[in-house]
């Protein structure tokens, strides 16, 4: 018989270990500050000061805290012990656009805090991506319209009457809501010609792209297209669908082995899916014409050997060539970012 000084019994044990057993009424044995044992027991040979019954419960390591602002070690010290919107748009903000990047992505996961929704509105592109099943479609609905209304608010504070009025539209359910944004515009014209034109030009400028994941028939794209819709008929924004990548078992493939899946395998259908809106949606469509443009650069400055020339050279073995819309055989392939993916390389 073994002495510990705890023992938990009856949970379902996720041991986290390389092939991710799992352990069903299984126990634990504690000595001290160590893990003595983890198994199926049986329980009379331990001689437990604390017995723990986890009937019913899940036992897994310790959860590990990742959100670690990574981005924000380039700029730890500065401007320190200030409110957090203050050393936002004061000081962070100016900063990171300012860094030597063809571009910046943000991945800003779930969730709606006004903390969020800034980064979102502050950036030059939003995507919303969307999977589809009710719970996604309804967020990702509710997080557009969030940001539209805190951009209008943003943008017409000054007018106590206006500011009001959006505020208590935006805090009402969509579905226990009789206005439109098209409503709310012609009140707010109303009040002041100005503040409507300046919202006017939100309205049309404000275009946030949708992606769809993990889509798995026609019907699912049509379930999640009802957003654009409800989108122009509430909110009187147009959204742009910018396609979508195909539920692949390659994904879940790629994640055990903590690879990204356009990596993992290019030629599988959730990697030709992402290249596609790479590069036909977001490139070939002048949609980041600034970056079109500094890659020309680049290209222009290796032909005059002041930069070493680009490795990845565009030809018909790249898994791409069917759908890429920059086919230029033999010479550097404007997509440069895309020369970490396996299969490219020296093509």
Known sequence: MQFIDILIKNGTILTMDSSNSRIENGLIGIKGDSISYIGTGPQNMFDARTIIDAKGG?????????HTHAAMTLYRGLADDLPLMEWLNNYIFPLEKKINADFVILDLGAGSHYNVLD???AADHGIVVVNPDPLSILESYNFIKLALFRQIAQTIRSHNGALTLIKEIARTETHRSQS????LLREVQGMDVTLGEKMTAFLTEFRPMI??????????ENNVLAIKRAAEELLAIDMEYIGAVQKDDTVRKSLDKMIPFISYDPKSPASRDLANIIIMKLLHSGRFKSLRNKHTLRRRVNEK???KRIEVICSVNCPYWEDCGFKNGGYPCELKFLSGIQGLRGE
Do not use: R, Y
């Open 58 to 66: 899940i036992i897994l390591p310790g959860l590990i805290n990742g």
């Open 119 to 121: 980064f979102f509105l």
């Open 180 to 183: 439109t944004v098209h409503d």
């Open 211 to 220: 992606m769809i994941n993990m889509l798995a028939g026609t019907n699912d």
């Open 305 to 307: 050997g002041e930069e």
